[in-house]
C-alpha cells in the first residue's frame, strides 16, 4: 500500500475557495490519480480525476468550479476549489490508480465544509 498524505481541507464560507494536496509517497508515478468525496449517508463519488494523458473528469456538479491538477512525475494531484457550496461539504479522498489493471490505492480524507 502506497502512502497518500492529503492536506488542505477546512471550514470556508459559502462563494470561497480552497486547494487540497495529494503526495504519494512513491516515486513511480501513477496512471490516473484524483479526487473523490463522501458525505454522511451518502455514496463516495468521484469528483474530478486526471490520467497521465491529462485527461479529465469531473462530476456534472463541480464542473467549472474545481480543477485537478498533477505534477510532471504523476506522484502529487491537488484540487482547487472555486466558488464553494454547502452542498460541496464531504470528506474528500484522494484517490490513485498505478496502471489500469492496478488495486486503487486511497487517501485517508480530509475534511471540507462550507458554510452557508
Known amino acids: 500500500q502506497v502512502p497518500l498524505v492529503e492536506s488542505g481541507g477546512g471550514l470556508v464560507q459559502a462563494g470561497g475557495s480552497l486547494r487540497l494536496s495529494c503526495v504519494a509517497g512513491t516515486a513511480v508515478g501513477f496512471q490516473k490519480m484524483g479526487w473523490y468525496r463522501q458525505a454522511p449517508g451518502k455514496q463516495r463519488e468521484l469528483v474530478g480525476v486526471?490520467?497521465?494523458?491529462?485527461?479529465?473528469d469531473y462530476i456534472d456538479s463541480v464542473k467549472g468550479r474545481f480543477t485537478v491538477s498533477r505534477d510532471a512525475a504523476n506522484t502529487t494531484v491537488v484540487l482547487q476549489m472555486n466558488d464553494l457550496k454547502p452542498e460541496d461539504t464531504a470528506s474528500y479522498l484522494c484517490?490513485?490508480?498505478?496502471?489500469?489493471?492496478?488495486?486503487?490505492?486511497w487517501g485517508q480524507g480530509t475534511q471540507v465544509t462550507v458554510l452557508s
Open positions: 486526471m490520467d497521465s494523458m491529462g485527461r479529465t
Open positions: 484517490y490513485a490508480k498505478p496502471r489500469p489493471w492496478s488495486n486503487d490505492y
